[in-house]
């Protein structure tokens, strides 16, 4: 029966491939050859970036709006929409993979480092320490056992009444012991007073360090910290593998719900990791064992899955997480074999779409000790805000979705070699020039660059205030493509992928929809206090984003606030920087857990005054352009 019979299916350029049941999707298929597949809807057929073409063989595809007629003759297809009917061979367009980099150099292609200013001024206090201790030896008379004798070396060194032991360091203790003279180094956590480890006492066994992970939808950062002088000494970076799984958490939770799916999205993450920190343990020479900790930050569905715990309730209202903080384990129970003895610790979050990577980048800026009224605004696949002061401390997250990371654009892509990252137009040509993340021919346009080309069209009148181009004003750029108007950015002849670099109308209307989440979200969860934009004194930006976007374009859009720029400051990731914090002081991993108490979230799925807002944004810079003075006086020359 065909239900039996296996078809090859087989991919260029890299000629992997995989024997599958007759109707088996196409979209899965690659993915189960560890091909990314650029997929910003998670495989729904609304993003059309999972676009390929069959070169032999056939799939079943019924069509999609998102393709041409032209490009369906052609032989493209949606892979997330294409059942394999017979053994076929499909290439993959290189534009259309999902944009993560391959280069060795992954750490000057992802943005994830951590401005040195939020970490210069932290005083140290060490809770996770390393030291040796001499246990007494037992005698005939003195017969008690290893482990009394061991206890009472540490509670007499450490003033402590009693210690916590993992069984696996109990094993490890009496063979240690008599092997080393009755003296060992002892990591200690003097938070819960928790022995980590135990280890010969040799020199190469003296130093002790930990690992701030900051687990992002898009990107994955680590960063490697000596615990006793507080100095980051290496770091590394990668996109998050499960970007081919989906691009949003709401289409990771989908796939966790799938057969395996949970499994095999912890796998990537987890593996991810593993790889990283052994990157950095090989480049800087340090024994696996003088690992501690690892501090981890995420979203709450990033470290659902990183868990293993199925995030499905925090999709499902009333959108509850099953956890706000993780407990503690061993990195070898996840599977983190290169420091399995390293004990992980998390940060705790707040809600179901306010995560410990919130609470990690409030406790890094310092809004929750001013007397100022402050805004954190984490920008990413999703925006996460935060506002409030000594006193109070209000949050939410609005779905932005992937737009300004180059999903639901046409042309777009993330900020990697080759994307358009920084425009302007000239006024009389209407010609774009523009900037390129590693100086090559331009590949698509990245989150900066596209705000810069939408401020850039509304002010030289190349748009209109509900993103419509003006045709009417002699514009040489704009040119029908796949049967649409589109604002060529990059002609054929200058782009490295050969073919016109534009945006149309359905991709600004996309960009639109997206900056009016995020400005929704600031003027909503403001409105919820009686307070208005210009009642916040000071705006702090986090995200991979946030680091190369021209604050006055962004305003000008209306994405973010109107007020002056110089209260801007960009502070980098974040996430990562409070999790370095909480591993350099107990004080600090401690208060993270009253900030998350102390915010009140917001959910604006269901706040009809966020719906009333997200209306009135789907204009430039916005209806009531009262909330955007600035603007209005450079269009109107007031």
Known sequence: MASKKKYKAMFLPSRKSVAVNYGYNLRQAIIDCSIDIGSSCGGSGTCGRCRVKVVEGKVDFKGSSLLSREEIDEGFVLACMSKITAGCTINIPEKNKSGRAESKDIKEKIYSGIDPQVLKNIRIKPWIIKEKIKVEKP????????FFRFKKSICDAFKVKNINIKLAILKKLPGLLRNNDWQLYITFDRLTNSVLNIQEPEEKNSGVFGVAVDIGTTTVALQLIDLLTGKMIDAESDYNPQIKYGEDIINRIIYSLKNDGLKKLQDSIIKNIDKGISAILGRMKINADNIAALMIAGNATMMHIFYGVSPKTIREEPYITVANKLPEVYARELGIISVEDAIIYSISGVASYLGGDITSGVLATGISKKKDISLFIDLGTNGELVAGNSDWLIGCSCSAGPAFEGGGVKCGTRAVDGAIEKI????????????????????GICGSGLIDLIGEMYLKGVIDRKGKFNR?????????????????????????????????????????????????????????LDLGIKDISHIYLA?????????????????????????YTFLGNTSAAGACMCLLSRQ????????????????????????????????????????????EKIMFNI
């Open 424 to 443: 302007n137009i000239d006024q009389k040509t209407y010609r774009c020039s523009y900037g390129v993340i590693g100086n090559i021919k331009p590949s």
């Open 588 to 631: 600090k991993y401690a208060y993270c857990e009253k900030i998350a108490s102390k915010i009140t979230y917001l959910e604006l799925s269901v706040n009809m005054k966020f719906m009333d807002r997200y209306v009135a944004g789907l204009f430039l810079p916005y209806t009531d352009l009262k909330d955007f003075p600035a603007v």
């Open 543 to 567: 995200g991979g984003l946030g680091k190369n976007i021209n604050i006055l374009n962004a305003i000008i859009i209306g994405m973010l606030p109107d007020i002056d720029v110089k209260n």
């Open 139 to 146: 005698t005939l008379s003195a017969s008690t056992d290893d």
């Open 472 to 528: 009417d004003i002699g514009n040489p750029y704009l040119k029908e493509i796949e049967g649409q108007i589109c604002y060529v950015v990059a002609g054929a002849a200058a782009a490295g992928t050969g073919s016109d670099i534009f945006i149309s109308e359905v991709d600004l209307n996309n960009l639109i929809r997206a900056k009016s989440a995020v400005y929704s979200g600031i003027k909503t969860l403001l409105e919820e």
